[in-house]
């Protein structure tokens, strides 16, 4: 637990640093004359998961994140987690162009770059990303790409694509949202003894009461068995809980 709290300390330390964050992130925000907006979160989660695997070595962590948007669309942000390597923290800053393209639909281009302070010269990765989201009847959907080209010291001679689906439903009258997630990892490496194509998904619900949004979900993979260990290190079926605050 001391090692959550010195990490979470990191992180937040870090937010406070770089203040900006992902226009993805909702929030109660701060509206600003100069058409400026700015909010943010702050969340515990069970064991943190990327893609379907543990980056907490399945265990709490402790992550926050600022927005900064601007009418035109730009945004530009940053977000942090306690991690169970690299000295316990990431830290990822992003920044992108979000618009409605057409009525209902709207498109988000930008790039990604996360950081492992601690974790040695050249951790940090480099992924461009692109979504398009929307309304779909009374379901909220979104579908996007994210690349991490080769060439890079923390990947070498590999690259990766991720593509994957969000929905969302409000059951009315209610303060309860269904949630469902489909991903799909390709890559040239075969890191861990995995193989390069992963499959990801979560269904779950969340329960929102003003700031405050309480969530619990079923994640899991379709991770290949690693060096005799159960399926994938950290990629096994697990529910999550997350209780998370957003301004």
Do not use: C
């Amino acid at each position: 637990m001391k090692k959550i709290a010195h990490a979470a300390l990191a992180v937040f330390a870090a937010v406070a640093a770089f203040p900006v964050a992902a226009l993805a992130q909702d929030g109660a925000g701060a509206d600003d004359s100069d058409g400026i907006t700015i909010s943010g979160s702050a969340t515990v989660v069970s064991d943190y998961r990327f893609r379907g695997f543990s980056q907490s070595n399945e265990k709490a962590a402790i992550q926050g994140g600022l927005t900064v948007s601007h009418d035109s669309g730009l945004y530009i942000g940053t977000w942090g987690s306690s991690i169970g390597f690299a000295n316990g923290t990431e830290i990822d800053v992003f920044a992108g162009y979000a618009r409605e393209v057409t009525s209902g639909l709207t498109a988000d281009i930008g790039l990604t770059s996360y950081f492992y302070p601690g974790g040695g010269s050249g951790t940090n990765i480099l992924e461009p990303y692109f979504s398009l989201s929307g309304d779909v009847g009374p379901a909220s959907v979104k579908a996007g790409v994210a690349w991490a080209p080769s060439g890079q010291t923390a990947l070498g001679d590999y690259s990766a694509v991720y593509v994957y689906s969000d929905v969302g439903v409000g059951i009315t009258n209610t303060p309860l949202t269904l949630k469902g997630h489909v991903g799909y990892s390709k890559s040239d490496s075969a890191l861990g003894g995995l193989d390069g194509d992963v499959l990801d998904y979560s269904v779950g619900v969340d329960f929102s009461y003003k700031m405050l949004t309480l969530g619990v979900s079923y994640v899991n993979t379709d991770a290949p068995r690693a060096f005799g260990f159960k399926e994938g290190v950290g990629a096994d079926g697990a529910v999550l809980f997350s209780l998370g605050a957003s301004f």
